[in-house]
């Protein structure tokens, strides 16, 4: 093994991380404070301090497809969107598959991490860490990868509710919240609504006698199930993320909340929000209509005041005898064991190259692993940093100077500060497919789509038109996988076989080949223009490049 690396966290990125170490023959130790793999992900009756935690019921809002790790995709049989049980399942058959539980140490806590006093020529960590009994160590190390994600902890601005001192009922953060047994009959009210906040109000529904859900500023409702019953983020593709980047603002978020309303009118349900659907992160819920509809669950502007055991809304509204309050108001990111002169966080932000790199630093020898909060899911863009984030730290890739790394963060906080309202959630706000292609350009890493229309003209198709699974950044480069290409061809197999579980004689559909002929032909025609510097060679065997896109055409 060559150079040391800490790793701190064993979640869904500290095991991507170390997987990466091993690829790159550097030498991967993680410190886990707890007994288990999982960090966010692994459910726990009791909340421990400073670690994040869910609720029993929790299901990934992230189809498997989209959220594997690029080089081991989720077995066929397990369903589409995942309880947190499954997704464990998962991660700990990647961390036998890559023999990584020898390199984490359970039960030990980072207390501090600061630079060695020769940093500006070695590069190197002094980390200190404690471990269940209190035995306190110190060790050195090359580099650190830091992931310990953003849900530690949890926002709750009593500040913000004049009077919530006299309430006589039980008020709780999300993080705090399990099971909805204990509530049988009562009156409930939630506060915000974001993914926790939607679920939460929505399983609380099946057994109180009243939910109240609280927004400030409503929200776009998106739905799991998408055309067709097809997972929706997986009919999301690289054509529709171009036309979402060079049309106007206001008019793409005017076709997608068309589409939400169709749907449910959003203003007819008190929901709809006064920003744009493109404005905000936004939540995703498929049974929220349907509580709604039914009276369950009853919609309320933001709370006024607190009364004893009556709640005041902004409206004038009063609901009395209110026995339970959850606040779904997010968290705070911070790190504790850094000292502020390495990482600054204030109000939720801080200043890091890609969302990666402290820009100051002498050596690029620290990373930030998953500090994002993606339009879609956190695994492949974690995996993406941490394949960068190690090729830097060989010395294989460079950063570009602190004055270009601190214009590119200020970039990116105004473009984000332009586009969304000012929350504390959208400080970290990254869009999936720009993301990935943009470290993945980093890395040497991002599909040449354009060149694989000519060269392997279904492959191509496969990646332009259908969704932008992490298998299209194995490909090529650094870390490139055997079995990318066949993980691309076999997605929606794996997609349909978990629900094939009652045999259905249906005849098949009689199909047209005009679409697809026509499709293929305007793709081959953009490719061609895009390389038409390379057609000469094409040219003089005219047959192949026939049997290249006869290929690329389904078969029926």
């Known amino acids: 093994m060559g150079r040391r690396v800490a790793v701190v966290g064993a979640g869904s990125s500290g095991l991507v991380c170390m997987k990466c170490c091993l690829d790159e023959g550097l030498e991967p130790v993680c410190f886990e404070s707890s007994d288990d793999i999982g960090g966010l992900w692994r459910f726990k009756e009791n909340p421990e301090p400073d670690r994040a935690s869910i609720y029993n019921s929790l299901i990934i809002n992230t189809s498997k497809e989209m959220m594997c790790y690029s080089d081991f995709p989720i077995p066929a049989h397990f369903p589409n969107f995942m309880h947190n049980s499954l997704i464990m399942d998962y991660f700990r058959m990647y961390a036998d ?3 990584l539980t020898k390199y984490i140490r359970f039960h030990t806590r980072v207390l501090n991490i600061k630079k060695r006093s020769d ?3 070695s590069g190197q960590w002094d980390v200190e860490t404690e471990n269940k009994d209190g035995k306190k160590e110190k060790h050195i190390f090359d580099a650190v990868m830091i992931c310990i994600g953003h849900h530690c902890h949890p926002n709750v601005p009593l500040h913000d509710f004049p009077g919530i001192e006299t309430f006589k009922g039980k008020y709780f953060h999300s993080r705090d919240y399990k099971t909805p047994d204990e509530w049988r009959n009562k009156k409930a009210v939630v506060i915000g609504i974001g993914n926790s906040g939607g679920d939460i109000a929505v399983e609380l529904s099946r057994v109180t006698k009243q939910v109240y859900l609280s927004t400030r500023r409503g929200a776009w409702i998106l739905h799991r199930v998408g055309d067709n019953g097809m997972p929706l983020d997986m009919l999301l ?9 060079i049309l106007p ?6 076709i997608g909340e068309k589409q939400l309303n169709s749907r449910f009118n959003h ?6 929000p006064k920003h744009r659907l493109f404005s905000q992160h936004p939540t995703v819920n498929d049974e929220l209509p349907n509580r709604i509809l039914s009276g369950t669950v009853q919609v309320k502007p933001n709370i006024r005041r607190f009364h004893g055991s009556s709640i005041e809304f902004d409206d004038g509204s009063i609901v009395d005898d209110v026995d339970l309050v959850v606040f779904a108001t997010g968290y705070k990111f911070s790190f504790p064991f850094l000292a ?14 890609k969302y990666v790199f402290p820009p100051d630093l002498d050596r690029p020898t620290l990373a930030i692993i998953g500090l994002v909060q993606p339009l879609g899911a956190i695994m492949p863009i974690s995996e993406m940093q941490a394949r960068w984030a190690t090729r830097v730290f060989k010395g ?11 214009r590119d963060i200020k970039s990116k906080q105004e473009a984000m500060a332009k586009r969304y309202v000012t929350s504390q959630r959208h400080t970290i706000q990254v869009d999936y497919i720009d993301y990935m292609d943009e470290i993945a350009d980093l890395l040497g890493v991002r599909p040449r789509i354009s060149r694989l229309l000519l060269t392997d003209p279904r492959l191509g198709l496969n990646l332009l038109l259908g969704p932008c699974t992490p298998y299209q950044y194995r490909l090529r480069g650094p870390g490139k996988w055997a079995g990318a290409r066949k993980a691309i061809f076999t997605q929606w197999e794996r997609v349909t076989q978990p629900m094939q579980t009652r045999p259905c004689n249906d005849p098949d559909p009689q ?30 065997d005219p047959a192949a490049l026939l049997d290249r896109m006869k290929s690329s055409l389904p078969t029926y």
Request: glycine fraction near 2%; include cysteine; proline fraction near 4%.
């Open 119 to 121: 940093f500006s020529r």
């Open 249 to 254: 603002f206001g008019y793409v978020s005017s």
């Open 267 to 272: 203003s007819l349900y008190n929901l709809k």
């Open 340 to 353: 502020s002169n390495v990482v600054t966080v204030s109000e939720n932000q801080a200043s890091l190259y």
């Open 97 to 99: 598959h890559f023999q």
């Open 511 to 540: 199909r047209s080949l005009k679409l697809p002929l026509l499709l293929s032909t305007a793709v081959v025609g953009f490719a061609t223009y895009y390389n038409r510097s390379s057609l000469p060679a094409f040219l003089q």
């Open 396 to 406: 294989c890739l460079k950063l570009p100077t602190s004055a270009d790394m601190q």
């Open 237 to 245: 593709n690289r054509v529709m993320n171009i036309l979402r980047n």
